[in-house]
């Protein structure tokens, strides 16, 4: 919605207040349909409106709707457009959207600081997390999947911030990422050999990168009669095609700072549920050590993401997180990754919002202080015709390549 000119900032929060009780007040139960009927018998009633134009007193309708029946507010429109990918909101008066990869800023605005910021406590509480002075930052997911980053203006300058990533409403297969580009056929079918033969994956990039996408797609090749444990910060994966499946989520601290459940503790935990795999849905900290001694420990086909430039980047950035964990020297470090770890897999994000799969590597012992990789594939050379160094998981999967 853009300004409504008649109508003061006032005078509308008046109006979605007024509106609110007579919904209240309804003996009937009230749906989309009612909600409307009552809205505009409402707004078409006021004294003002006589004097206002048709379509500002449908923005005002509009307005009052979204204020009372869309779960995202104003936003609501825009997360149930299948076509946006991302929305992000700095502060009231600018909110901008993700459409095929280019970023539009958008003529609506939040009425005041405070509606935004009760737009994002709504959204905290429904999910049972807690966000206020003392916690400023919240992570958390939308009925439909979509995930949301908060922060309030205590420590966002230009005032609360809210930014929605949204996920396709039906799952993508390999088809479509071969299909739209994101890989050739030839990388496919090697991932696809890869998973279900239980090479334990890592997958790297940037943001929106399409790492949790592919996390999915891959997830489509486990075999039906695995015991899968997924454990992530935030639930964003869509694994449903599995029926032996475990799934766990991180809960932050309360304002007293209890009852906090962090990753590197489900982690942990997940060994003892006999676990066939366990899928990590991004690695941030101290949980690279536990995921990384899993993977060494018989979890074959275990996977996970994180956020990184290359696979060299997305290396380093493992042993600086398993450092952290445990003062053991980097040699020993260097020596779990690669043991743990067999495929790196790389996306990257070109222009225009392009998604695609830069590189798959195998990892070797490290050499000089440094791990090694064997490239199996990259965008510029397709399958690098390398074999395979370790194809014994291949051999007794019966996928020789």
């Known amino acids: 919605m853009g300004m409504i000119s008649t109508y003061s900032t006032a005078e509308v929060r008046r109006c979605i207040a007024e509106a609110r009780n007579l919904m209240n007040s309804s003996s009937c139960e009230i749906d989309d349909g009612k909600a409307q009927e009552i809205i505009e018998n409402y707004v078409f009633g006021l004294a003002k409106s006589g004097s206002c134009s048709h379509d500002e007193n449908r923005r005002l309708i509009r307005r009052i709707f979204l204020a009372l029946r869309g779960e995202m507010d104003i936003l609501q429109p825009y997360v149930d457009d299948p076509g946006i990918t991302e929305i992000m909101v700095n502060g009231k008066d600018a909110i901008f959207v993700e459409r095929s990869g280019e970023i539009h800023r958008l003529p609506d605005r939040f009425d005041e600081k405070e509606d935004l910021e009760e737009l994002i406590r709504r959204i905290s509480a429904r999910v049972h997390r807690e966000i206020n002075e003392m916690e400023p930052i919240v992570d958390a ?59 334990n994956c890592f997958i790297s990039g940037g943001t929106s990168s ?25 639930a964003e ?53 536990d995921m990384i001694q899993a993977m060494n420990t018989g979890h074959d086909g275990s996977m996970s ?62 050499s000089g202080g440094i791990i090694g990789t064997n490239s199996l594939y990259h965008w510029e050379k397709g399958l690098t015709g390398s074999p395979l160094l370790n194809d014994e998981k291949l051999r007794i999967w019966g996928k020789d390549r």
């Open 237 to 289: 994966l869509r694994i449903d095609q599995l029926e032996n499946i475990v799934r766990l989520e991180c809960r932050n601290a309360n304002s007293r700072g209890r009852g906090g459940i962090h990753m590197a503790a489900l982690v942990r935990n997940s060994l003892r549920m006999r676990p066939d795999r366990i899928i990590v849905g991004e690695v941030r900290g101290d949980e690279v050590m």
């Open 305 to 366: 993401t994180g956020h990184a430039n290359s696979i060299h980047g997305m290396l380093k950035r493992l042993e600086a997180m398993f450092l952290s964990a445990v003062d053991i020297p980097v040699e020993a470090i260097r020596s779990q990754i690669a043991e743990g770890i067999d495929i790196m897999i790389h996306l990257g994000r070109h222009r225009g919002g392009r998604r695609r799969l830069i590189e798959i590597a195998e990892l070797t012992p490290p």
């Open 210 to 234: 399409g790492k949790t996408t592919l996390l999915n797609v891959l997830s489509r090749s486990i075999a039906p009669d695995e015991r899968v444990v997924v454990i992530e910060d935030s």
């Open 141 to 199: 997911r939308l009925s439909d999947g979509s995930r949301i980053n908060a922060v309030l203006s205590s420590v966002a300058l230009n005032g609360p911030i809210l930014t929605v990533r949204k996920f396709p409403r039906e799952a993508l297969s390999l088809d479509d990422l071969v299909n739209n580009g994101t890989m050739p056929r030839e990388a496919a079918d090697l991932l696809v050999d890869l998973v279900s033969s239980r090479y």
